[in-house]
């Protein structure tokens, strides 16, 4: 093989097809021989033949004109190719348009990560009750699970949950009313994240210290001794 020849296989280019369409056809709703019909569309409308005849497709597949043509009408009839006109001068040219295609893609992708996102938030809320029960050493109560419940939805994070509990392990008052005063507090001081929250919690600690050192540090007063005995 010389340059030349090299050369003409560069200029055939190539074609992208993103990660997710690979992966994600059959989620969109496509099988093998639509999916292959929109890349030989794409890779056409890359040459600036956008809009090939159906025997042009047929030639590159192992379909019939008739089969592809079939196939294309499907596709824009289920919303996965746009035919539109584009004005060149004149006269009004018909064009295929993937960018439905890419539409669905996009809307797949995002409803993928939001049911990620759910699954992780489901198993962090499980995570969240396992780790309450081996703190208490008991099974939660009914009322005790309906106030961890109520603390997620006012959108108390599970990592600022675990850190209350932590702080009422430390503070040696393992209650769920102590716990919820730390939510509240932290809530209304704007802690939202877990580093501040322990910073917040170290404060707290070393202002009791203080708090204790200054009580001990006071003088106890004289108190009059009063003798029964000798009544």
Excluded at 108 to 117: N, S
Excluded at 152 to 162: A, T, V
Aim: charged content about 25%; glycine content about 4%; some cysteine.
């Amino acid at each position: 093989m010389n340059k030349e020849h090299l050369y003409a296989w560069f200029k055939e280019g190539t074609i992208t097809i993103p990660s997710f369409l690979l992966t994600n056809y059959k989620s969109l709703g496509l099988n093998e021989q639509e999916m292959v019909l929109l890349l030989q569309l794409q890779s056409f409308i890359d040459k600036g033949n956008h809009f090939p005849a159906p025997s042009q497709i047929s030639d590159r597949m192992t379909l019939q004109e008739t089969e592809c043509l079939f196939l294309i009408q499907r596709l824009v009839q289920r919303g996965f190719v746009q035919m539109a006109v584009e004005e060149n001068q004149e006269i009004g040219q018909e064009k295929y348009s993937l960018a439905p295609l890419y539409e669905k893609m996009m809307d797949c992708f995002l409803k993928t990560l939001k049911q990620a996102e759910s699954a992780e938030v489901q198993k962090a809320e499980e995570s969240l009750y396992t780790i309450f029960e081996q703190e208490f050493g008991r099974p939660l109560s009914p009322f005790e699970c309906e106030t961890l419940a109520m603390w997620m939805e006012d959108d108390h994070q599970p990592e600022i949950i675990k850190s209350a509990l932590r702080e009422s392990v430390i503070s040696g008052k393992l209650n769920f009313r102590y716990i919820d005063r730390i939510l509240f507090e932290w809530k209304k001081n704007g802690i939202k994240t877990l580093s501040q929250a322990r910073e917040q919690g170290q404060k707290f600690r070393v202002h009791q210290k203080r708090e204790r050192k200054t009580e001990t540090a006071q003088p106890i007063k004289d108190v009059p001794f009063y003798n029964w005995l000798e009544q």
